[in-house]
């Protein structure tokens, strides 16, 4: 008799450190980006072999069944996003932010605009930006 595989549970906890980090980035690149309506969280346990992070939004089926605007979380996984450098994890929260769109209906940006060439760009754009601050 098999045994089934136990599913492993994933953890979520609220990043206080990356949200104000990704505000930061709302403020000088995003400005369409409500800082009230996204939240982040390092999530452990996941089972995902390639993602570093996730952007989640809530329907807009439920944004109208519950009457509120979008939320979006934003998902890093811990495993991975922690062990990365300053630059690349400024730039992971960058291509999250990427895919949360111009009317922040709760739909997403696709990687046919969310991409490392722009990304990239937008990285050196924030960096000229906060330099002379």
Known sequence: MRRKKRRKTIGYEFAGDLQEKAEDICKTL????????FKCFRSSGS???RAIARCHGLAKIMQKTIGCPAYY???FI????????????DKVIIHELMHIPQNFGGGFRHHDHVNNKNVERMYRNYKSLTATC
């Open 47 to 49: 089972t995902s072999r």
């Open 30 to 37: 995003f400005p369409h980006i409500h800082p009230e309506l």
């Open 73 to 75: 979380a934003i998902e």
């Open 78 to 89: 811990s495993e991975r996003f922690d062990k990365l450098p300053g630059e690349e994890q």
